[in-house]
């Protein structure tokens, strides 16, 4: 094969991994181009050193994504995960629960939509107190004491 047969085919995968969004044929189109190169840049290689270097190439660009730069993109944001995002946020007591009356707490940012919540806390509280979210029960979350 010539070195612009390998360059189409390159060009021809990264273009499908467009629309397969796999992030995998990718790498074979990489793999593709750089035997293109080196069939450029060493012509009178056979073609089963170009399908050996293909094969490897892809493999070891396949192999480096999954080892390396995958685990880096992973989505580390608690985004979609309402409960888990909203798990020890702090907050400042409005008021302190009296009896069957619950106490509101006020968080900087909105906690899922709203930035005053009821809360249920076994620990005596002040006004201004500092409080972490420790679970849901409803619509009421069940805090505890910061210092």
């Not at 009821?118 to 210092?147: H, M, Q, W, Y």
Request: with cysteine.
């Amino acid at each position: 094969m010539l070195y612009w047969h390998w360059l189409a085919l390159g060009l021809a995968l990264l273009m499908a991994e467009m629309f397969l969004a796999s992030f995998f044929v990718f790498w074979f189109g990489l793999g593709a181009l750089l035997v293109g190169l080196l069939t450029w840049l060493q012509p009178d290689i056979g073609l089963p050193a170009q399908l050996l270097a293909w094969t490897v190439s892809s493999g070891l660009f396949t192999g480096l994504w999954f080892r390396f730069l995958r685990p880096r993109m992973a989505d580390r944001t608690r985004a979609g995960n309402a409960r888990a995002a909203a798990i020890g946020e702090i907050g400042r007591v409005l008021r302190t629960p009296e009896g069957e009356r619950r106490g509101v707490v006020r968080f900087t940012t909105p906690l899922l939509g709203d930035d005053e919540w009821d809360f249920i806390c076994d620990d005596p509280l002040a006004i201004g107190d500092r409080v972490a979210v420790k679970e849901f029960s409803g619509n009421t979350l069940i805090v505890e004491k910061r210092d």
